[in-house]
Structure formats: C-alpha cells, structure tokens
C-alpha cells in the first residue's frame, strides 16, 4: 500500500480495494466487504450468492480498472476453498476489470491450498516471492521509524538494542511486522515503569521539610529501551510458550510430545490444511516413530499429550464426532516452531526428513 501511495498519480483512474482478511471474523463476510469498499463504503447486506452475482455483474460493466487487494488472503478458509477459487476465478471472466493481489505468508500457498487453479491457464496467479528481511534491512527500517519517536531529540531506543532485536527477528522468520511489535512492546514496558515510578513518589514530597537522615538513593527512572528490554520482549514473543520449553530440563518437555509437534509441523507444511485430525496425525506420528526405530504411544495417550500440549499453548484441538476426528492445529507460527526445535539434533533430523512414504 505504501508502493501505491507513493504513486498515487498512476492509479487516479484505478478504484483500489484492501482487505485484511484477518480483521474479517467470516470469510463468506468478504464479499460484502469487498461490495462495501466498491461502493466507496455505503453499507451492504446480503447473502454470499447475491454478494457474488452482484461483483461478478459490476467487474464485467465498463468503467475503470479495479485493483482488489487482500492481505492475509490464506484467512479465507472455507470448505474445499470455494471462497479462495471464486476470487481467484474473477479476473478471468469475460470482460471483467479486475486486477487481484493476494498477500500470503506461505510461499507455496496456490499449489499447496489451491492447486486447480494450475489445471487452468487463465486462473493461474503470477507469484512473486518476497525473500525475509535481513538484519541490515530491519535495523534500516527499525530506525528510519525511530526517527520519528524521539524524544528531547533522543532516540528512545538504544542503538545496541535495535540491533538485538534486528539480529534475534532475521535469525528466525525475517518477519518485519515482529521486529516492530518487539520495539513497541517495549516501549509500552518502559513508559509503565515510568508512570508506576512517578505515581509512587508522594506529590507533597517536596512542601515536607528535608530529613535529617540521608536520603536513599532514587532508581533512575529509565528514559530510553535498553538492550535488557528488548531481550524479555524477544524471549516472550519467540519463547513465551516453545523457546521456553525447549530451554527447561528435557523431563519438562518429553521427547513423545516434541515427536507429535514435529509431526503435526510436517503435516502442515506438506499438506492442503492446517488442521489435522487426530486420527490422521497419529497413524503418520507412529510411522515416523517407525521409521526411527523409537516406542511410541496407543491413540489414547496419543490425545492425552495433545491435550497437555494445548495447555501450554502450542497447539489447539477441536472436539469432532469422535476420538479420531478431533481437529488438532498449531497455535504459533510454523517457522517459530521449526525454529525452536532446531536446537535438538533429533528432532532437527526428523524435520529435515520429512513425512515417511506411505507404502
């Protein structure tokens, strides 16, 4: 959106739509959405099929090129993706104006979430991978912010602590919106020492005569994020839950329930969805453990670790028919995880692997 805004002279005669999907509770919610935006923002209500008819009538009316943007398109699960195909399929329709922009975190999304659009040349989406930031790119980017948050003409970050950050954010995803939210975080950390430094001195502390005794030293109240807060901001939003755990002794995290989360991470990742039912995931949890020559647990212990992994916040299940169908999802991000479980040679070797051939 900034690219645009920056070249707003060349999209004068272009209607821009953006969608964050994420700020979307429904995905059927998005056409409604997106005939709001069309609309400049006069509120519509309808049904899906009508929402639909409605948009695939006006991209095909003569007027001005339509540019639909939507971030976070992978939020608009549904079921068998129709959501995702009916989208993809509107630039294709005769005479249709509409250009689509879809913004994802996987770099495999459409083969691996939508692979008929491969089957059918005029759907297929042109991708274009963004590589993850670097350290140098998000300390640039870190501090071109910064520069407009100083205060008395002070940065309110310490250098050596931007470049904590930028170090600690590269090494694990490159993500840019993390380094940010670290940053800003611990800027909240610092102004509630503040405000909680400067409640607890008396207001009437300075009409009272001087004490006799010599008075205690003041804590400074801090002016500027250190180093120091960068590093608890790091560890809480990297290690708050899986980090954590995998620094704790080895009996406080066994090697079964690191077993089912490497499972589950490769079932995702090589898989259509992010849910796995827990049938499925034990029959490949068990062949793994096979293929490595280790015990592993009947189906019933099996959902007692998923459960207790739940409790840690790693992973989430939801309750189906039956035992078996019960849905179990991952709760952080895949390559917080993967990251986290790098540390053991173990479980790195089962991740580099790969999911067993099904003979």
Request: positive net charge.
């Amino acid at each position: 959106m900034q690219i645009i805004e920056n070249n707003r002279s060349e999209f004068v005669k272009t209607k821009i739509i953006f969608v964050n999907c994420m700020s979307i509770k429904n995905s059927n919610a998005i056409y409604n959405k997106v005939v709001s935006q069309l609309s400049d923002n006069e509120p519509y209500k309808s049904n899906s099929k009508d929402a639909i008819k409605y948009l695939e009538k006006k991209f095909a009316a003569a007027g001005p090129p339509v540019l639909l943007i939507l971030d976070e398109v992978d939020q608009l699960d549904s079921k068998n993706q129709e959501i995702l195909y009916t989208m993809f399929e509107w630039p294709s329709l005769p005479k249709s104006r509409l250009v689509l922009v879809g913004i994802a975190n996987a770099l495999d999304f459409t083969d691996r979430i939508l692979p008929r659009l491969q089957a059918r040349p005029k759907c297929k989406p042109q991708l274009l991978n963004f590589p993850p930031y670097t350290k140098d790119q998000i300390v640039t980017i870190l501090q071109h912010r910064l520069e407009k948050t100083k205060c008395d003409g002070q940065p309110v970050v310490d250098s050596a602590a931007v470049q904590f950050c930028a170090r600690k954010v590269a090494a694990v995803a490159g993500d840019m919106r993390k380094a940010l939210d670290v940053c800003r975080r611990a800027v909240e950390i610092v102004e509630s020492d503040v405000r909680s430094q400067m409640v607890l001195q008396p207001s009437s502390e300075a009409s009272l005569p001087p004490s006799p005794r010599k008075a205690a030293p003041k804590t400074p109240i801090p002016k500027k994020v250190s180093l120091v807060h960068i590093s608890n901001v790091v560890s809480e939003v990297y290690g708050s839950r899986m980090m954590s755990s995998a620094r704790n002794q080895e009996q406080s995290f066994p090697v079964q329930q690191k077993m089912i989360i490497c499972t589950l991470l490769l079932m995702v990742k090589h898989g259509k969805c992010k849910e796995i039912t827990v049938g499925k995931l034990h029959d490949t949890y068990c062949s793994i453990c096979k293929s490595r020559k280790m015990g592993s647990v009947d189906q019933s212990e099996f959902l007692s670790l998923c459960t207790l992994l739940e409790t840690r916040g790693i992973i989430g299940l939801k309750k189906g028919k039956d035992t078996r169908m019960t849905k179990v999802f991952l709760r952080l991000e895949e390559k917080e995880v993967e990251f986290a479980l790098q540390d053991k040679v173990m479980m790195s070797s089962v991740l580099s692997a790969g999911l067993p051939n099904r003979k």
